[in-house]
């Protein structure tokens, strides 16, 4: 009797599955699971969604900040050197009116007004 699926006809179709599954398990391990390993061994970090490796930003960069102060300490820093500078505002604000007010008394003893 003749079989479609002869044992010679089984072993072929079985080995050529278990080909293409391991191929599959290959590509996916290359093209899927090494790029994101090989980016963390250089020390940046893996953006699964958009699958690039990025160059983590130190954050002291963008605000500005010396390393090792927190951000309570920088706000409060930042305060004090804006209560100075409304403080000198005003010294200036006041040294001003002092000197319009000497002016205006001065110009008054001289005319009479």
Not at 5 to 30: D, H, K, N, P, Q
Not at 40 to 63: F, H, K, M, N, S
Not at 99 to 104: C, G
């Amino acid at each position: 009797m003749n079989r479609f699926l002869t044992m010679r006809r089984l072993s072929i179709l079985f080995f050529s599955l278990f080909a293409v599954l391991i191929s599959g398990a290959l590509a996916y391990e290359r093209f899927y699971v090494a790029p994101a390993e090989k980016c963390e061994q250089t020390g940046r970090w893996w953006y699964a969604e958009g699958r690039e490796c990025v160059q983590p930003l130190y954050l002291p960069d963008i605000t500005g900040r010396p390393e090792g102060v927190t951000r309570a300490e920088a706000s409060d820093q930042q305060n004090r050197e804006l209560l100075a500078i409304e403080d000198r505002l005003a010294a200036e604000r006041a040294a001003r009116d002092a000197a319009t007010a000497r002016d205006r008394a001065d110009y008054e003893s001289k005319t009479g007004g």
